[in-house]
């Protein structure tokens, strides 16, 4: 079965700092999905980014941007330019690539930005 | 983003009475949707996983009859708690799974209070 670690339960960073969330993943599969979900305090998931493992370049989203090393199985968040708005719970996700997959979460990493 | 429609956001119910709640793929047809439940300072945990025409399949401790889910057409999905009690009440969260199967997209989620 796949696992999803996150290692950090809290972090925190200054507004305009650069932030990275860890994020470890166990699997057999060769192809799949990872992403980071975004939970601010309205409780909305917000997907954040998303990469696919067979696809070598890092994904990038504005200001946020993975460093994705699958022989490793590590996923990283780099959150560039923090913003106030960035506080929130963030959530690292796998998806096995065959439909109907559900998504296995990390606990996620509570982060705070701080003025 | 795909967007998930997810109602109501709150809802107040009585003990014994029974509540439905509803996410709709506003933008995609969703074959798969999940429902969620969150406790507080949690990550989400899966309750079923739904597919359009068939019957939800439930994960081990959840009861089926007490937590019917409807995925009738592929752009809806319903939970319905049944004879409600207070230790029901919670945050539950859908998802909509998009028909290529990559990507996965939450609903608002919905804040449930058994009085």
């Known amino acids: 079965a796949q696992t999803v670690t996150q290692s950090q339960p809290e972090m925190s960073v200054q507004e305009a700092e650069t932030v990275t969330l860890s994020c470890t993943y166990d699997t057999s599969e060769n192809n799949y999905y990872l992403f980071w979900y975004k939970q601010p305090p309205s409780r909305q998931m917000i997907l954040v980014i998303r990469?696919?493992?067979?696809?070598?370049q890092n994904a990038t989203e504005n200001r946020f941007s993975v460093n994705f090393q699958k022989a490793a199985k590590s996923f990283s968040l780099k959150i560039s330019d923090s913003q106030l708005g960035d506080t929130a719970m963030y959530f690292c996700a796998f998806k096995g690539q065959g439909g109907s997959e559900k998504l296995v979460f990390g606990k996620g990493t509570k982060l705070t930005v701080n003025p | 983003g795909a967007v998930v429609s997810q109602h109501p956001s709150w809802v107040i119910c009585k003990s014994g009475t029974s509540v439905k709640i509803e996410c709709r793929s506003l933008?995609?047809?969703?074959?798969?949707m999940f429902w969620y439940r969150q406790f507080p300072k949690q990550s989400l945990m899966l309750m079923a996983t739904s597919n359009e025409g068939s019957k939800a399949t439930y994960e081990q401790g959840v009861e089926k009859d007490k937590f019917l889910i409807n995925h009738a057409s592929l752009t809806l999905s319903t939970l319905t708690v049944t004879s409600a009690h207070p230790e029901d009440s919670s945050f539950y969260i859908c998802s909509a799974e998009t028909d290529l199967g990559n990507t996965i997209y939450f609903g608002e989620g919905s804040w449930l209070t058994v009085v």
């Open positions: 933008d995609f047809q969703a074959t798969t």
């Open positions: 990469q696919e493992a067979y696809k070598q």
